[in-house]
């Protein structure tokens, strides 16, 4: 004989939008991947029941003895995303990779005070309504899974826990060769070839190699490795997604000598985008560790039975510390290697990252294969977005593949308009 069964089938009517952030379902609807993973037993709800007696030809035996129990509707998640934001991160995120023909990028945005994600950005993405067409790869959300090494843009961390332990001052002079030897390692300036005489601001500002592990130095291996941890590298943020990765970085006790000098400026250490924003948010807030958040609330029969727009935040650095810190992004943006992540009438905080690649062997860097970045918040004086672009071995001429000719740029634009979503300045 020949049947009809109806059957319900997941339908995602925006398509690729957020795709890897809201994931997928199977055939029987069971959640495979991404927001539909995580909650799969808050969406799915309970089944109902019809119980009775049959005869021997399937019929229904009217009487007594039939029991019914009412389904369960399952809970609606509330995200955090703001749609329109997540849209242009991602049509804006895939230009800038194809026009560089980059391998990969990623945008997250957040509110450094409560760790709303406004937006999380992949490129390549997928559509869930056909995930079966596409690369496995492509499921994974890149901010929360994608680990790297930050370069630069790390060094915010290093001159952060340096001011924050006294060790050293923000307006502190340094004399500062074109490269230093850091245990079997050289580190040397890119554009620089004798002494100069930088403050701690003007590390920051120049973006100085030199300058950065002079900095490190002055902690000292154990006091720099705990520091770090502190901001919460080496450890998961804890955010309400499946697959997150840690990073990795080596205990103190380990380390060869030239570890030091490597992590001062973001190499020898990896991250995922979304431990870098939760970082830069604790300069942002006046020196708080949030705890990035995906769900905003999740509703039971229109009542709210999770909320998370308020949350507990723990203090790893001072007020004056933090505020020590926004005053150096602020003026790498206005006058230092960040002019191009500006946005006319809003004071912008920033930091420029240009890393080389560890070799496929394991062994040294790659010249030629560079993760570029750029990482900030604004407005200066009440942080409302927090945002990092992460644009994956770009490619170009010489002097032309820089964090801040390739990241900054697209975090001008994204900045502008989700300060305009956020009601900060005019459309």
């Known amino acids: 004989g ?21 994931g997928f ?17 808050n969406l799915r709800g309970v089944d109902g029941k019809f119980i009775a007696e049959k005869d021997v030809f399937g019929n229904v ?41 980059a391998l990969r990028g990623m945008v997250v945005i ?35 899974s994608y680990t790297y090494e930050p370069g630069s843009t790390f060094k915010i961390v290093n001159i952060s826990s340096a001011l924050q332990h006294d ?18 390692r050289f580190i040397e300036e890119i554009f620089r070839t004798g002494y100069i005489d930088y403050s701690t601001k003007e590390i920051i500002v120049n973006s100085s190699n030199v300058g950065a592990v002079v900095v490190a130095l002055s902690m000292g291996k154990q006091l720099f490795w705990e520091s770090v941890r502190t901001f919460g590298f080496g450890q998961v943020t804890g955010i309400d997604f499946p697959g997150e990765e840690s990073g990795y970085m080596y205990d103190y006790k ?57 949350q507990n935040q723990v203090r790893i650095l001072d007020a004056e510390t933090s505020h020590q810190v926004k005053d150096m992004m602020l003026a790498v943006v206005e006058g230092g290697t960040g002019q191009n992540a500006g946005v006319e009438g809003v004071q912008v905080c920033g930091k420029t990252g240009t890393a080389e690649k560890a070799n496929q062997n394991g062994v040294g860097y790659d010249e030629g294969r560079v ?31 820089w ?11 994204l900045m502008k308009f989700s300060l305009q979503r956020l009601n900060m300045i005019e459309p």
Not at 14 to 22: D, E, T
Not at 26 to 39: A, C, P
Not at 279 to 305: H, M
Request: hydrophobic residues 35%; charged residues 20%; glycine residues 8%.
């Open 254 to 310: 380990t380390w060869p000598e030239s570890t030091i000098g490597a992590m001062a400026i973001g190499q020898s250490i990896t991250v995922t985008p979304v431990q870098m924003v939760r970082a830069a948010s604790a300069i942002a807030n006046g020196g708080f560790l949030v705890s990035p958040t995906l769900v905003k609330e999740i509703k039971k029969n229109e009542e709210s039975i999770l909320n998370n727009s308020e």
């Open 61 to 101: 035996i009217p009487g007594d003895n039939q029991t019914h129990i009412e389904p369960i509707n399952g809970d609606d998640i509330v995200l955090t995303i703001d749609s329109q934001i997540q849209y242009l991160a991602e049509q804006e995120l895939a230009q800038v990779v194809e026009d560089y023909n």
């Open 167 to 184: 060790c050293v001052g923000p307006d502190q002079l340094f004399s500062l060769p074109p490269k230093i030897q850091v245990g079997d």
């Open 110 to 144: 957040m509110n450094p005070n409560n760790g709303e994600i406004y937006a999380m950005a992949n490129y390549p993405g997928f559509d869930p309504n056909h995930y079966e067409d596409f690369e496995a790869e492509t499921f994974k959300l890149l901010g929360t």
């Open 371 to 401: 993760i570029t970045s750029f990482i900030g918040f604004a407005p200066y004086q009440e942080p409302k977005a927090a945002m990092l672009i992460v644009i994956d071995e770009p490619q170009g001429g010489d002097n032309e593949i």
């Open 2 to 22: 020949v049947y009809i069964q109806n059957e319900a089938k997941r339908f995602y009517p925006q398509n690729s939008l957020g795709a890897a952030i809201i």
């Open 403 to 413: 964090g801040g000719t390739v990241a900054a740029p697209l975090f001008s634009k």
């Open 25 to 41: 379902t199977g055939i029987d609807n069971d959640g495979l991947s991404g927001i539909e993973l995580q909650y799969e037993k």
